[in-house]
């Protein structure tokens, strides 16, 4: 059996590029996974986690087909932090579950490329570091930020600011340039990591 692949966290603010980064990674040959698309596999899949949300909130967060509306459950918990904190607390063991599951499954696959790397934009917040042998964080200046992502400026206030993530990553990369000089820097990244350990 081969060696583990290394497991790769990209992290940062909003709009600093976790997700142009993520792909970066993907055109070198890593497998990738992002906490959003784990988060819509949650509320499509988890039952249990259905039941709570109608419990909580009625069928006001549901579509007429029964699907989880994320743009409704994102109305009630940006608008009071208490639902917020109930949220994250039975959706983020889920969510670190199915990334672990998937780190596992994609780990014991005998042609595994040497990298997984995922995208987690609260992988502080949460403690998930921990899990990870490298981390990236991004972060951009303000300016560059507010025209990339519009109105989520709200959402910042709760999150560890950008300069500790940095200061805490194994890689950091401000991202305020063109996506080329993004795609140079994850480059470089991927040839440090797969060098011969």
Do not use: C
């Amino acid at each position: 059996m081969g060696r583990r692949p290394l497991a790769v966290a990209i992290t940062g603010g909003i709009a600093a590029g976790k997700t142009e980064a993520l792909a970066a990674f993907a055109r070198r040959g890593a497998a990738v996974s992002s906490a959003d698309e784990i988060v819509h596999r949650v509320y499509r899949e988890d039952a249990s986690l259905t039941s709570e949300l109608r419990e909580r909130w009625g069928e006001s967060v549901f579509t007429d087909g029964g699907e989880v509306e994320r743009a409704a459950i994102g109305a009630i918990v940006f608008a009071d932090r208490s639902e917020l904190n109930w949220l994250e607390s039975v959706l983020h063991p889920r969510v670190r579950r199915m990334h672990q599951q998937w780190l596992d499954e994609t780990a014991a696959d005998p042609g595994s490329p040497e990298l997984v790397v995922v995208e987690i934009p609260l992988l502080y917040e949460t403690g998930g570091e921990a899990r990870f042998d490298k981390v990236v964080a991004l972060t951009a200046s303000p300016s560059v930020r507010e025209a990339r992502r519009g109105v989520f400026a709200d959402r910042e206030a709760r999150l560890i600011p950008d300069e500790e993530k940095l200061r805490r990553a194994d890689f950091a990369y401000v991202n305020d340039g063109s996506l080329e000089e993004l795609d140079a820097f994850v480059d470089g990244v991927v040839k440090e990591l797969i060098s011969p350990r």
